[in-house]
């Protein structure tokens, strides 16, 4: 049983860092273009793309108001950094909560005594594993947050919350589509006025 432990104990470390490169990798090479497109795509006019979580609200206006306008949907992702803490968060909740279905202590395998909190989760592992799951998704979920609300039209910026630090109305959308839609159409659609 001592050797079986020993090996344990020698493997805990080599565990932890392959979990927290394997997660660097999974992060980096699931998206290098830093925005994770879920793409609705609707007419063929113009392209109008929300970057936010939900924007149905503005997307069926602007739909009913201008037909023939493409509507995409992405999110907005966050720094890099921050989309590889909550992947290695997301790695070592589920280490963590296999050691406490487990049991095993891995504080005697490093000759440490084990804190009271995991002495309480190996007496109320169905709690501990529910606590471990939801303040971890806590954590990568304000990880991974933005707040972003960033709207392009043929892909120059019209509208971005991370700079001006809010929605915008329905009304100042609408305007300032109107004004970028006018300022970017071709010479020669435009009515020829005889003179």
Not at 51 to 74: C, H, S
Not at 119 to 127: A, C, M, P, T
Request: hydrophobic share 50%; with cysteine.
């Amino acid at each position: 049983v001592n050797g079986h432990l020993l090996m344990l104990v020698a493997w805990l470390p080599f565990s932890i860092i392959f979990l927290g490169v394997l997660s660097l990798y999974c992060a980096a090479s699931a998206d290098n273009s830093g925005i994770k497109k879920m793409k609705m795509q609707f007419a063929t006019g113009p392209l109008l793309k929300f970057q936010i979580w939900v924007f149905e609200e503005y997307m069926q206006v602007l739909y009913q108001r201008y037909p023939d306008i493409r509507i995409e949907g992405e999110n907005y992702l966050p720094l890099p950094l921050y989309r590889h803490v909550a992947s290695f968060l997301s790695m070592f909740k589920l280490a963590l909560i296999g050691l406490i279905i487990i049991g095993k202590d891995p504080f005697a395998l490093c000759g440490m005594q084990a804190p009271g909190i995991w002495v309480w989760g190996q007496e109320n592992k169905i709690y501990a594993c529910m606590m471990v799951f939801f303040f971890s998704n806590m954590i990568e979920n304000q990880c991974m947050s933005t707040g972003a609300f960033e709207i392009t039209l043929n892909d120059v910026p019209v509208w971005s919350k991370l700079e001006s630090g809010h929605l915008p109305s329905m009304q100042q959308l609408v305007q300032i589509l109107e004004n970028e839609m006018k300022m970017n159409v071709p010479m020669d659609t435009l009515p020829h006025h005889r003179s």
